[in-house]
């Protein structure tokens, strides 16, 4: 017996309401930009996940200073005294999130150095750090690998330069953002990733006193500043998470409202979930003189009751269909009548949790071709990265092994979607990004229970 496994009684429509906080993808980014401060930073709405315990455990490693505000989800990070911390201490982290690799930038600036342990993070594919690497260099950094990981200098200090991502990569896009805005000189960045939580994170960092121009063509200049002082911000709310709900609707044949949830930042999961069938209404934020129920807004889903539809989609970076929407909205797509087809054009092994729902009764077929228009870095490569998904399909309960966070909240959707009792193992990795995940299923009538 251990408590890592949820009991789930699938066959029951979810309905009712549940609140999505700040993006799981900017505030563990915020969190880290506040290191480039002299003075205090506030985060308001910050999520109870377990990428925020990581986070800041590392920023209490390198002396800064968190503690909770006023309101619930308000946190407060003093950067005053950062300091050295131990490769031992940061060890403990290696393994557990991918942020240690942002943190490089910041130190480097702060302390004159950085230390990266092995990283960690979801197994969809290597997600290799060249790219971050290749840009700390082109800054003037100096990186002499270890067994215990990679340790950067930066003996002449950090300057502005011209780089150009060979792929659109959110994380070395951060990587360049965080490094550049007190870098001497300017930046300019070429194929950069243009996501919401980029965006947000240039506000956070144009707050502290950054100067970022965000040109066409994902092209991103920085100035080089002096100095930075702190920020107070509300981070944008996980459009991610809000989606996952949207799609446990669409699979349950439930009704959920998804307090919070923007329509601007999801506009392409919407026209998607609404060619499928879905149906969704939007309620905007009420001003805050209105005193009616009902003032925060948010997006409604729900299942139509009718026959659902096949779609042919391909997943690629902002403004594309996100790749962390694919994974729920494959559940949901076993439920449509038709032949589904789904290419993944950026993580080569994110197919893989599909095998777990065949077992369940699904029909889903991977291949190594690429079933899109879409240009593609996996064609010709021995990657499965497209599927056919043919349904409608009978799903039953069936034992579960969580392999990552989206599959993993994709295998609990299939296991409420399901008739009979399933076992979900490893469930705790899903508070990496989804907040009391437990409590809002209970609130929606799931039945479930630790085991």
Request: charged letters at 20%; glycine letters at 10%; proline letters at 6%.
């Amino acid at each position: 017996m251990t408590d890592d496994v949820l009991a789930v009684h699938g066959g029951t429509p979810l309905n009712g309401r549940v609140r999505v906080r700040g993006a799981k993808n900017l505030v563990s980014k915020a969190m880290v930009a506040s290191v480039l401060g002299d003075s205090p930073s506030k985060l308001y709405d910050v999520p109870n996940i377990r990428d925020v315990e990581v986070v800041t455990g590392l920023l209490e490693l390198h002396g800064v200073r968190v503690s909770k505000g006023e309101t619930e989800g308000e946190l407060i990070f003093d950067p005053s005294n950062v300091e050295s911390a131990s490769t031992d201490e940061i060890n403990v982290h290696a393994g557990s999130s991918r942020i240690p690799i942002l943190f490089c930038g910041p130190l480097l600036h702060r302390l004159g150095h950085a230390f990266i342990p092995d990283l960690g993070g979801c197994h969809i594919g290597p997600r290799p750090i060249d790219f971050h690497i290749q840009a700390l260099r082109q800054f003037g950094a100096v990186v002499d690998k270890a067994p215990e990981g990679m340790h950067l200098t930066a003996p002449n200090g950090l300057h502005g330069t011209k780089f150009e991502l060979p792929y659109p990569s959110v994380g070395a896009t951060e990587q360049v953002l965080l490094t550049a805005v007190l870098a001497e000189g300017v930046t300019e960045l070429r194929n950069a990733a243009v996501e919401p939580e980029i965006m947000d994170l240039i506000c956070i960092l144009q707050k502290m006193g950054a100067i970022i121009t965000v040109h066409t063509d994902r092209v991103i200049e920085i100035q080089g500043v002096k100095r930075l002082g702190g920020y107070s911000h509300r981070p944008i709310p996980d459009r991610i998470e809000a989606a996952s709900w949207a799609a446990a609707a669409l699979a349950t044949r439930g009704d959920i409202t998804v307090l919070g949830a923007q329509q601007a930042d999801m506009g392409t999961f919407l026209n998607v979930f609404r060619s499928i069938g879905g149906q969704f209404e939007v309620t905007d934020t009420l001003p805050p003189n209105e005193t009616r129920p009902g003032r925060e807004g948010g997006i409604r889903f729900w299942h139509p009751g009718i026959e659902l539809t096949a779609v042919a989609l391909e997943t690629d970076v902002h403004p594309g269909f996100a790749t962390d929407w694919q994974q729920p909205l494959v559940v949901a797509l076993t439920q449509a009548r038709g032949i589904s087809i789904v290419h993944e054009t950026v993580y080569e092994q994110r197919l893989g949790y599909t095998e777990s729902l065949n077992t369940m009764g699904a029909t889903i077929q991977t291949y190594r071709d690429c079933l899109g228009g879409t240009p593609c870095r996996f064609g010709r490569r021995n990657f499965h990265h497209s599927a056919v998904i043919a349904g409608p399909s009978k799903l039953h309960a069936a034992d579960l092994v969580i392999p990552d966070l989206r599959a993993g909240f994709s295998h609990l959707i299939a296991a409420l979607a399901a008739e009979g009792t399933s076992r979900v193992y490893g469930v705790d990795l899903i508070k990496r990004g989804y907040e009391n995940f437990e409590t809002k299923l209970s609130d929606l009538g799931a039945n479930v229970e630790r085991v």
